[in-house]
């Protein structure tokens, strides 16, 4: 008789294995084989052979259209600051030898976030793959795609959570001369795609693209003798609920005979915004000092 309580020694083993196995892993949306014994560094030809239709290894070369490894189209629909559809010529192919660069950022043992910009934009911007990806004994698979804009040069990544949804984070560098800009784009992740979509305001009204500048700088005649520069630098600190971003504005004249000179401050000013994830939108509580720019030239 068995008591009340008490569980043979092999039924009890049997309800902690099944314990300790969490949901299956979600099916792959695309999957490439791998050796077993393969290294943990994926090389930049295994991404793009996971990544991208068409891509031939062998060749390093991607015939036909861009198009990631499910067949839909590596494209973006960009918005202007008044969020109105953007009008740009087609993106073109980015020059480049051997297999396209990917960038990549590791979540954890297994986890990776990926980003391989294929084409550019007349902007400097280039567009590409996002795909987060599991590392398995033998294969990798894409457990959610989509596609990301964003600044090529001196890119990275990183994933954060707000509001129960997760968001990429891809940052880059723009530079004209001398001047750089350093745009950080946010690509929610719904479901298992990646989906591009601008700020909202807390009413719901459209905010522009969503990107926060880490780095904007503007130059501009303050008259004769005069170079007045502009400077926002942004901090973001993702919490549970929200993005927190504080910025600091300032604004220099030089003389601009001496481009490399530091100047001298005229004015400053710092503030803090909060994006948060509520209703299906990313929303931003108030725009950015930059908007405010003419405030500050009174």
């Known amino acids: 008789m068995i008591r009340p309580g008490w569980a043979p020694p092999l039924t009890l083993l049997a309800l902690l294995a099944a314990c300790s196995h969490g949901p299956p892993p979600p099916e792959a949306l695309c999957q490439a084989r791998r050796a077993a014994d393969a290294p943990a560094e994926v090389l930049p030809e295994e991404w793009a052979a996971?990544?991208?239709?068409?891509?031939?290894?062998?060749?390093?070369?991607?015939?036909?259209?861009?198009?990631?490894?499910?067949?839909?189209?590596?494209?973006?629909?960009?918005?202007?600051?008044?969020?109105?559809v953007r009008e740009e010529p087609p993106p073109k192919p980015l020059p480049r030898r051997g297999p396209p660069?990917?960038?990549?950022?590791?979540?954890?043992?297994?986890?990776?976030?990926?980003?391989?910009?294929?084409?550019?934009?007349?902007?400097?911007?280039?567009?590409?793959?996002?795909?987060?990806?599991?590392?398995d004994p033998g294969a990798l698979a894409v457990v959610a795609l989509g596609t990301a804009r964003?600044?090529?040069?001196?890119?990275?990544?990183?994933?954060?959570?707000?509001?129960?949804?997760?968001?990429?984070l891809l940052e880059g560098q723009r530079c004209q001369g001398s001047v750089c800009q350093r745009p950080v784009r946010l690509v929610p992740q719904r479901g298992r795609r990646f989906i591009g979509e601008p700020f909202t305001t807390l009413t719901g009204t459209c905010a522009g693209p969503a990107i926060v500048w880490a780095h904007r700088q503007l130059e501009r005649s303050g008259g004769p003798g005069i170079t007045r520069v502009f400077e926002l630098d942004s901090t973001l600190n993702p919490g549970p609920a929200?993005?927190?971003?504080?910025?600091?504005?300032?604004?220099?004249?030089?003389?601009?005979?001496?481009?490399?000179?530091?100047?001298?401050?005229?004015?400053?000013?710092?503030?803090?915004?909060?994006?948060?994830?509520?209703?299906?939108?990313?929303?931003?509580?108030?725009?950015?000092?930059w908007t405010r720019l003419e405030d500050?030239?009174?």
């Open 150 to 168: 964003g600044a090529p040069d001196r890119a990275s990544l990183r994933l954060e959570r707000l509001g129960g949804v997760d968001v990429a």
């Open 296 to 298: 500050f030239l009174r």
């Open 242 to 289: 929200a993005l927190a971003v504080h910025e600091q504005l300032s604004i220099r004249e030089r003389d601009p005979n001496a481009p490399g000179g530091a100047g001298n401050v005229v004015r400053r000013a710092q503030d803090d915004r909060s994006i948060t994830l509520d209703g299906g939108r990313m929303r931003v509580d108030h725009p950015s000092l």
């Open 50 to 84: 996971l990544l991208l239709h068409g891509y031939d290894p062998r060749t390093q070369a991607l015939t036909g259209a861009a198009l990631d490894c499910t067949g839909a189209p590596v494209a973006w629909s960009e918005v202007d600051d008044a969020c109105a």
């Open 101 to 135: 660069p990917a960038v990549v950022a590791t979540l954890s043992e297994r986890d990776r976030l990926v980003w391989m910009p294929v084409l550019g934009t007349a902007d400097g911007d280039a567009l590409g793959p996002l795909a987060l990806v599991r590392v």
